[in-house]
């Protein structure tokens, strides 16, 4: 369990220094606003404080924009006079201070901004929080995150230094990549003269990989994600998990011993460690039977507070468990394990696709299938017409009329489309595709974009072996690749992507994957001869998620770094999962 | 070797002075400097020069002439003066020349002699005319303080961002003060006037009486105050030709001095050597000179940085001069030579005898790609000066697109601006161009820009979407995007609409688009809706009850729990609802109901399209055992074992899966044999494995 790193494995660089920035920023900013005493949800509803002025701490988006602006139009009203300032995270966007005048209330605030781009939610992960980067970007093809994107590695690099190996693959990427290199050269001077702690960094648009993305996860922290959602690094075990009758929160990260070892453990693995586990607690409690006086002094000064803490998580991990089991089992998870399997793996189409109907019939649950429904279409490159029709007519029929925004959303964000029928179309959709990767791109309009998203996950699968052959049992307790992460059965595309850059330090070779994702515009390596760069730090690889990642992806590369004696390091928009990404893509009135 | 001391003369008793010339004037005056208005700027500085300015003939030949030399007299710049009379000159901070007329105006000029602007000092000036006037400098620039003929001060601490204070009133003020100086004290600007034997002090708020301390008695009247030039100490000469120095701050005596002379002095002012802590003041008669001083503590200020001597020699336009000064320095490119050069390129942009194209090489041939330069900066000076197509040309050199933008704007290149901006990336910048061309184009027009720029498109879309939803229309519109008109006018169905008949009204405007777009698909789903939607509303009225918005699944489910099973079948073959999914949701409508009899019945009506495992399952989640197990002998062979096992009938899922012959059922009723009474059926299977292996 929790497979040590090889002895020569780097050390991590030291994220502590990001929240003692923000921390001082943050402070200051609130100390020039005098006595902020109480912190308020932003909720739409009147603010309760009688206080002479209010403080918001915003994110930059147009409906808080909107609660301010009522909320400082009804003190007006009501003859009140108060201050207002607006702290905007992690920066002030043009268009809301539009909204702010539009609404007559421009002259009332003052407004500041609080440059807080990067959360460290692990030693290991970092997040921009940005959970509507996807949304913004993939589907509404709004790049005002890219500058925040650009600006957040600037940062990084004068922190940590330059990074001597870059690569990147997807448009936001390659955009983001050329924004930050423009930050760079008007700041020269001074990141040159630091000595790289990282070096290679890794830019990957989300949409280079949607099928990773929509897995069941089934790996410890990637389950309990799906299951109970973590959000920022912590999350809320309900009664059912800590068998009392309250809720608690509890951090999710290396500070937590016993999460640790099997946050990135298969699921099958972890109960039977944790029952072992709780074995040992229990027999290091014992030994206070036979101690004298003094031992046992010693051990309830010493010993004691560690083994209650330990003893606690425990039994908080595998209530978790018994949950996580309890509702996987109901809702006949295995199934719906063996459908996505087939569907990777390209086999039993039409059994499937009969499962998702049923799914929808049943109404088992919206985002569900509408994952499933995604999944279909992305590994076979589009519904066939017929198929496309009928699930969407059912899928209307089960959970309601809205969907309809929703289904023209997925398609234009390429998650669910509809098979190109015949050849003729297939020499129109290259051309196509072809226009669209050009610069002058998007002139093309939606109903063709979509068309140019061709997935090819088959082919794409085959050329990058992505899924494995098994002779027998894939054993998980001893995992051989990072196809574990999904039971043996599928290693993460854009995990193996990265592996396969990495061993190359190029896209050398691997041009029919590029044209197959449809990047071959977007795929870029930047080395600097830079012989500054020790051993060491050439082992350590920053990976940067445009559009979010998911805890599988995370594990599966922490056990590629532990195989290669590499470091992974995580930066992504948001942690993301496949019920968000459904979400996200939804336009059901909440 | 005797003559070391020969040019020293005794001063007093104990001190000896000596007079050299450090170099001689080149200019070659034709007035008496008394019959000119003198300005010399600080840190030598040029000098100005205003003969006549008293002469209000207006034949040219007696008109003012303005003559600007260096400090050592080199002749800069000579021109006529035609405007109104100047009642004082001084030169700001910036080496520019402030020329302060009787009619408040003051008009600013450059080193050479060129006109740079000018700005009023206000109505009350204007009405009342100028007495006096005084140029001060302050650690925030240069100001002006005017005395009006009303006996009233103004003043503007800074020039350069011009904010006209009009002091308060000096209580009995009737006539001109006697002498008046401005005092700079804890950043705000004063000023100290004496009338007769009172001392007054004026700030922006108040006037009051002031008296310095330890001053000799027998004062009537002050002839003449010095301030020093950092505003620390202050002089007083009185009447009784006694000398007072102290603090500006009026709070300490430093020295007095009587010399007897009750003369009015011509002049009086503070000096000092560098690095010295003396300070002396010095007063000035018709024929006599005389230095008072003391040694108070004092601090040397270093106030000449090499930056500003680099401003002195460009504004001189001595460019190579300091360029060299900034190599031989090593000084950093962006504080030097780049800034040097561009300040060069700003003076090029002016000589308008040189073709835009010229311009714009030389400039660039120069500067090239020179860290720290800005192309904009440059452009922008060339557009002050008219040219603009100069600007555009010296505009593509600027290397970062963003940076182009505002000038762009301002040069009205509006589309220009807004390709400019899309390549920054900065989408704020973007944002800020498209309210521009909004303003300016008209509606089509605008539409069409953005339709050429995705990127400001999408931008554009999305802050219509939450702020101004009938542009969003409009601009789908006009591209003839009658899918996304589609989505708009179902989402306005659910957002925007409340009565049934607008939602309709709504969807129907849906469905033609969608039928425009070619999207058969969403225009019949959008129809079906829009027949459901008044199915709905008809169910409602007629039954009571909530149907509004549920799907067409939820809506079956509900009049089915309603007891209403006929209408549940009439919309299930209005709405075209296939079996399966009506099996589905009718079993677990009953189910839910607990009308056992109603769901045998049912199950009996046909042969199940979905099988008789789901009757199983559900009962089962009802725990209902007893009608499970009826369902269950129903159930196909190949999920014959599964239904046995929900009802628990371990030993005959065990005697099916022995007749199957089936591995992967066997192992799967051997994982359920967990009860004391199953040992015997574990046992059973494993002997029909046994047997199986040995076949």
Redesign the interface.
């Known amino acids: 369990m929790a497979f040590p790193h090889r002895p020569d494995a780097p050390e991590l660089p030291d994220f502590s220094m990001l929240k003692r920035l923000a921390r001082d920023q943050l402070i200051y900013l609130l100390e020039q606003q005098h006595e902020v005493d109480k912190l308020y949800k932003v909720e739409n509803k009147p603010a309760l404080s009688s206080n002479e002025q209010l403080c918001f701490l915003v994110r930059p988006r147009?409906?808080n924009m909107?609660y301010i602006a009522n909320l400082v139009n009804a003190d007006k009203l009501a003859g009140r006079t108060r201050k207002y300032k607006v702290i905007f995270s992690p920066q002030k966007?043009?268009?809301c201070e539009?909204?702010l005048e539009?609404e007559g209330i421009y002259g009332d605030v003052s407004c500041d901004e609080w440059a807080f781009s990067l959360l460290p939610l692990d030693v290991d992960l970092l997040s921009m929080e940005l959970p509507e980067f996807f949304r913004?970007y993939f589907l509404?093809?709004?790049?005002?995150w890219?500058?925040t994107v650009?600006q957040a590695l600037h940062l990084l690099s004068t922190l940590y230094g330059s990074f001597p190996n870059c690569y990147g693959i997807g448009r936001c990427a390659k955009?983001s990549y050329?924004?930050w290199r423009?930050l760079e050269e008007?700041e020269?001077g001074e990141t040159k003269g630091r000595r790289p702690e990282i070096g290679h960094i890794f830019l990957l648009d989300r949409d280079v990989d949607f099928v990773t993305a929509l897995c069941s996860q089934v790996v410890y922290e990637g389950l309990v994600d799906d299951t109970f959602r973590i959000k920022c690094g912590s999350v809320d075990f309900g009664p059912e998990v800590t068998s009392s009758d309250k809720s608690l929160k509890v951090l999710l990260n290396a500070e937590d011993k016993v999460f640790n070892e099997i946050r990135n453990e298969h699921f099958s693995n972890v109960f039977g460690f944790l029952s072992q586990k709780a074995r040992n607690l229990q027999a290091q409690y014992d030994r206070r039977r036979g101690m004298d006086i003094k031992q046992m002094k010693n051990f309830v000064s010493q010993e004691l507070k560690g083994l209650k803490q330990e003893h606690r998580l425990l039994s908080l991990h595998i209530g978790a468990c018994e949950s996580i089991m309890k509702k996987k089992t109901k809702q006949d998870f295995q199934e719906l394990i063996k459908t996505e399997h087939a569907l990777l793996e390209g086999f039993n189409i039409r059994e499937s696709t009969s499962y998702i109907?049923?799914h929808i019939?049943?109404?088992v649950s919206p985002i569900e299938s509408l994952r499933l429904m995604c999944l279909l279409s992305i590994t076979e490159n589009g519904l066939i017409p017929k198929d496309y029709?009928s699930l969407?007519?059912?899928y209307?029929?089960?959970?309601?009329?809205?969907h309809?925004?929703t289904f023209?959303n997925l398609r234009r964000a390429g998650l669910l489309t509809e098979q190109a029928p015949g050849d003729t179309l297939t020499a129109v959709e290259s051309k196509v595709s072809k226009l669209v990767t050009d610069k002058a791109?998007?002139?093309i309009?939606?109903?063709f974009s979509s068309l140019a998203k061709r997935s090819n996950f088959r082919a794409i699968s085959k050329k990058l072996n992505l899924i494995p052959r098994v002779d027998g049992e894939y054993d998980l307790k001893v995992p051989r690749d990072m196809a574990y992460v999904f039971s043996g059965a599928y290693v993460p595309l854009s995990c193996r992507i990265v592996e396969q850059v990495l061993e190359r330090r190029s896209w050398q070779g691997l041009d029919e994957v590029v044209r197959l994702l449809n990047c071959s515009e977007f795929a870029f390596t930047d080395m600097t001869k830079d012989d500054k760069a020790s051993s060491e730090s050439l082992r350590l690889i920053l990976v940067v998620f445009l559009g979010g990642c998911t805890f599988s992806e995370v594990s599966a590369l922490r056990f590629l770094g532990r195989e290669k004696g590499y470091r992974f390091i995580f930066l992504t928009t948001a942690v993301t999962n496949s019920a968000r990404l459904m979400e996200a893509m939804s336009?059901v009135?909440a | 070797m005797d003559c070391y001391t020969a040019n020293w003369n005794p001063l007093g008793d104990s001190a000896f002075y000596r007079k050299y010339e450090l170099y001689s004037m080149d200019w070659d005056l034709k007035e008496e400097l008394r019959d000119c208005l003198v300005a010399a700027a600080p840190y030598g500085g040029p000098i100005a020069l205003l003969r006549n300015p008293w002469r209000k003939e207006k034949t040219a030949s007696m008109r003012p002439v303005l003559d600007i030399y260096s400090a050592s007299g080199m002749p800069l710049a000579s021109l006529l003066w035609k405007s109104g009379p100047v009642v004082s000159l001084g030169w700001s901070a910036e080496e520019e020349l402030l020329c302060v007329q009787e009619d408040g105006a003051v008009l600013v000029y450059g080193l050479h002699g060129d006109f740079r602007r000018h700005f009023s000092m206000g109505n009350e000036v204007l009405q009342n005319r100028v007495l006096d006037a005084r140029i001060f400098h302050t650690e925030f620039g240069s100001g002006v303080a005017i005395l009006t003929g009303a006996h009233r001060f103004t003043l503007s601490a800074n020039v350069g961002d011009l904010k006209l204070r009009r002091m308060p009133e000096v209580p009995g003020l009737q006539s001109a003060p006697s002498c008046w100086t401005t005092l700079c004290q804890d950043r705000v600007a004063q000023i100290l006037l004496a009338v007769g034997p009172d001392l007054y002090l004026l700030d922006h708020a108040a006037c009051s009486a002031v008296t310095p301390p330890g001053l000799a008695p027998g004062v009537s009247s002050f002839l003449q105050m010095a301030v020093s030039f950092t505003y620390r100490h202050l002089a007083l000469f009185t009447d009784t030709g006694y000398i007072w120095m102290g603090t500006a701050s009026l709070k300490e005596k430093l020295c007095e001095f009587n010399c007897n002379i009750r003369a009015p002095p011509k002049q009086m002012v503070w000096c000092s050597r560098p690095r010295s802590k003396e300070r002396a003041v010095v007063v000035a008669w018709e024929r006599r000179l005389m230095v008072v001083g003391d040694a108070p503590e004092s601090i040397q200020y270093k106030q000449l940085t090499i930056q500003v001597l680099l401003d002195r020699l460009v504004l001189r336009r001595l460019y190579p001069l300091a360029i060299q000064i900034c190599e031989y320095l090593r000084l950093p490119e962006v504080q030097g030579v780049s800034r040097i050069l561009a300040h060069w390129a700003c003076y090029k942009v002016q000589q308008k005898d040189v073709s835009d194209e010229d311009v714009a090489r030389a400039i660039n041939q120069k500067l090239g790609d020179t860290?720290g330069v800005s192309y904009s900066d440059i452009a922008a000076r060339a557009y002050g000066c008219g040219r603009t197509e100069l600007a555009i040309k010296l505009l593509e050199y600027e290397p970062?697109s963003g940076e182009q933008v505002p000038l762009l704007l301002k040069m009205k290149r509006s589309k220009l601006a807004l390709s400019k901006a899309i390549e920054s990336?900065?989408?704020?910048l973007v944002?800020?161009v498209l309210?521009h061309l909004k303003n300016e184009l008209n509606r089509g027009d605008f539409f069409m820009t953005l339709r050429?720029q995705?990127?400001a498109?999408?931008?554009y879309?999305?802050?219509c979407k939450?702020?101004e939803l009938e542009t969003l229309k409009d601009l789908y519109n006009q591209?003839d995007?009658h899918?996304?008109l589609g989505?708009f006018h179902?989402?306005a169905s659910?957002?925007a609409e409340e009565r049934i008949e607008g939602r309709v009204a709504a969807l129907q405007t849906a469905a033609d688009a969608f039928y425009k777009a070619k999207n058969e698909?969403?225009a019949k789903?959008?129809e079906?809706?829009m027949r459901?939607l008044r199915l709905q509303r008809r169910l409602e009225d007629e039954l009571g009850g909530q149907f509004l918005?549920?799907?067409?699944?939820?809506t079956a489910t509900t009049l089915i729990l309603g007891g209403h099973n006929k209408r549940a079948e009439q919309l299930a073959r209005d709405?075209r609802?296939?079996d399966?999914?009506l099996w589905?949701?009718k079993l677990?409508a009953l189910a839910d109901l607990e009308d056992w009899e109603e769901l045998e019945k049912f199950s009996k009506s046909k042969k199940s399209p979905?099988g008789y495992l789901p009757f199983v399952e559900i009962c089962m989640k009802q725990h209902n055992k007893y009608e499970a197990k009826k369902y269950a002998s129903r159930v196909g062979p190949e999920q014959k074992v599964k239904a046995l096992l929900l009802v628990g009938d371990v030993a005959q899922a065990a005697d099916v899966a022995i007749e199957h012959r089936n591995e992967a059922e066997l192992s799967l009723v051997l994982s359920h044999c967990t009860g004391a009474t199953d040992g015997a059926t574990a046992d059973k299977i494993q002997r029909a494995r046994a047997q199986a292996q040995k076949k």
């Not at chain 1, 209307?396 to 809205?402: C, E, F, T």
């Not at chain 2, 990336?425 to 704020?428: I, L, Q």
Request: glycine residues 4%; without cysteine.
């Open positions: 147009i409906k909107r966007f043009y268009a539009m909204v539009e913004d509404e093809g709004d790049q005002r890219i500058n650009a955009m050329e924004l423009k008007e020269d109907e049923e019939d049943r109404q029709r969407k007519t059912q209307l029929q089960s959970y309601g009329p809205d309809l925004l023209s791109a998007g002139k309009t939606d109903a336009e009135k | 860290p970062r990336g900065d989408t704020d944002f800020t309210l050429n995705p990127m498109l999408s931008l879309r999305q802050f939450h702020q591209d995007n899918q996304e989505s179902i989402r659910y957002a698909f969403a789903a959008t079906d809706q459901l918005d549920l799907s067409l699944h939820d709405f609802i296939p399966k999914r589905w949701l677990t979905i």
